[in-house]
């Protein structure tokens, strides 16, 4: 993702989120695991357990960052 996109995301009386991005993407990426989670079955879900294991490694990257 493009911290640009994120940047675009503005509002005239409250303003920019400029400042906030990370905390925003961290945000949605743990909304989007705990989604996934929900959505596991006791088979044919390995892609999900694929995506959950990207996504976390992405969370840890960026917090790592921090």
């Given at each position: 993702m493009d911290s640009i996109r994120l940047k675009e995301f503005t509002h005239a009386q409250w303003g920019s989120i400029v400042g906030q991005e990370y905390n925003i993407r961290v945000a949605?990426?743990?909304?989007?695991?705990?989604?996934?989670?929900?959505?596991?079955?006791?088979?044919?879900?390995?892609?999900?357990?694929?995506?959950?294991?990207?996504?976390?490694?992405?969370?840890?990257?960026?917090?790592?960052?921090?």
């Open positions: 949605v990426l743990k909304d989007e695991i705990d989604l996934l989670k929900s959505q596991i079955e006791p088979h044919d879900t390995g892609h999900i357990h694929t995506t959950i294991s990207t996504l976390e490694h992405r969370v840890r990257e960026l917090e790592s960052k921090k």
